[in-house]
C-alpha cells in the first residue's frame, strides 16, 4: 500500500530562512509526486508536481522540491522564507489508480 | 482562472440525517474525486469517479455514501445516514486526464454531527 510521511509536524523560522521539509514515501512502482500548500482559510492548492524527467522540480512562489528515488523523498525546499509563506504543506503521492495520498502536513509559521 | 467550487462551506446535521455536498467541477475536466480531513488528521480519499461511474473507492466509502453527477456541472456526495465520526472537512478534487494531470481542489465543506 501507499504511504507518505512527513517528518515534522511543526515548523517555525524566521523570515529569510532556508526551508526544508521532508517527504518519503512507500511504492515501488511509477510515481508521481505533489506538494500541496493550504494557506490559512483557504483551498489546497499545487505547489509544485513530479512526474518524470528532470528530478528537481521549480513550483510556484520560490519553492522546488528534489525527487531522489534510492531514498524514496521528495523533500521541499526555498531558500529564504516570507512570512506570507505561513501555511500547512501537504506532500502526496500518486502511484497506481488515480487516488492521492497525503502525508500528515507540516505547519509552517514564518515569523517576521 | 477555473476553480472547484463547492457548498454549502458549513453543514450541521444531526446523526442519522442525509446530508448532500454538492461540488461544481472545473469544466472541462473528466474525473472527480471526494476526499475527507477528519480534524487533526490526514486528508483520505474517498472516491474517484468516472465517465458516470465510480473508477476507484477506499474502504472508508461504504454502503452509506454515494456520489451522483446528476447534470453537466455538479458532483454530489451524499451521506444516507450521518454519524458523529463523519464530522469532518470534505474536499472535491477533479482532474483533466488520467494519471497526467494535478487534481485541483475545492475549497471544502465542513460537515459537523452533532
Known amino acids: 500500500a501507499q504511504s507518505v510521511s512527513q517528518h515534522n509536524h511543526h515548523v517555525i523560522l524566521s523570515e529569510a530562512a532556508s526551508l526544508e521539509l521532508g517527504c518519503n514515501y512507500s511504492?515501488?512502482?511509477?510515481?508521481?509526486l505533489f506538494w500541496y500548500v493550504q494557506y490559512p482559510g483557504q483551498h489546497l492548492q499545487l505547489l509544485l508536481k513530479?512526474?518524470?524527467?528532470?528530478?528537481l522540480v521549480k513550483g510556484i512562489k520560490g519553492f522546488e522540491a528534489e525527487f531522489i528515488k534510492s531514498k524514496f523523498s521528495f523533500n521541499l525546499r526555498k531558500p529564504s522564507v516570507q512570512w506570507s509563506d505561513t501555511a500547512e504543506y501537504f506532500c502526496?503521492?500518486?502511484?497506481?489508480?488515480?487516488?492521492?495520498?497525503f502525508g500528515a502536513g507540516t505547519i509552517l509559521r514564518v515569523k517576521s | 482562472e477555473p476553480e472547484v467550487t463547492q457548498t454549502p462551506s458549513h453543514q450541521v446535521t444531526q446523526m442519522g440525517q442525509e446530508v448532500i455536498l454538492r461540488c461544481v467541477p472545473i469544466?472541462?475536466?473528466?474525473?472527480f474525486y471526494w476526499y475527507r480531513q477528519i480534524l487533526g488528521q490526514k486528508v483520505e480519499f474517498l472516491v474517484s469517479?468516472?465517465?458516470?461511474?465510480?473508477?476507484?473507492k477506499s474502504e472508508i466509502f461504504d454502503d452509506q455514501f454515494s456520489v451522483e453527477r446528476p447534470d453537466g456541472s455538479n458532483f454530489t456526495l451524499k451521506i444516507r445516514s450521518t454519524k458523529l465520526e463523519d464530522s469532518a472537512m470534505y474536499f472535491c478534487?477533479?482532474?483533466?486526464?488520467?494519471?497526467?494531470?494535478?487534481?485541483?481542489f475545492g475549497p471544502g465543506t465542513r460537515l459537523t454531527v452533532t
Open positions: 478534487a477533479s482532474s483533466g486526464l488520467r494519471g497526467a494531470y494535478e487534481q485541483y
Open positions: 511504492y515501488g512502482g511509477t510515481v508521481n
Open positions: 513530479y512526474f518524470s524527467g528532470d528530478p
Open positions: 502526496a503521492v500518486k502511484g497506481y489508480g488515480n487516488k492521492l495520498v
Open positions: 469544466s472541462n475536466h473528466l474525473y
Open positions: 469517479f468516472y465517465n458516470n461511474e465510480i473508477s476507484e
